[in-house]
């Protein structure tokens, strides 16, 4: 316990974990109401990133670095999340002329 930072060490783990379910349902909140397909990929970041923080801090509180290895799959994941998301908007909009995930119906054949 001692490579821990003094910082870390004076704020309890319940603040990590309360942070952190603050975050992931915001993200679930704009996922279920948002229209905007670009404001639904920033949601999902945000909870992916809510899950990153919590699984850092309960690394960082019990001084183990293994939970560490997963945040670096779930920041692996989310790039090409990302990725593909981003692109799958940009052909969308080139055929919709918009973003909102409602008109993707019109794209059925």
Known sequence: MNNIPEVIRTIPLD?????????????????LTRRNAIVIFMCVELMLNSVNLLLTAIASYRGDSSAQVFVFFI????AAEVT???????MTYRNIRSTDVQ?????KW
């Open 75 to 78: 920041m692996a994941v989310a």
């Open 84 to 90: 593909v998301g981003l692109a799958i908007i940009v």
């Open 103 to 107: 008109l993707l119906n019109y794209l």
């Open 15 to 31: 603040y990590y974990l309360y942070f952190s379910a603050a975050l992931f349902v915001i993200g679930v909140i704009g996922v």
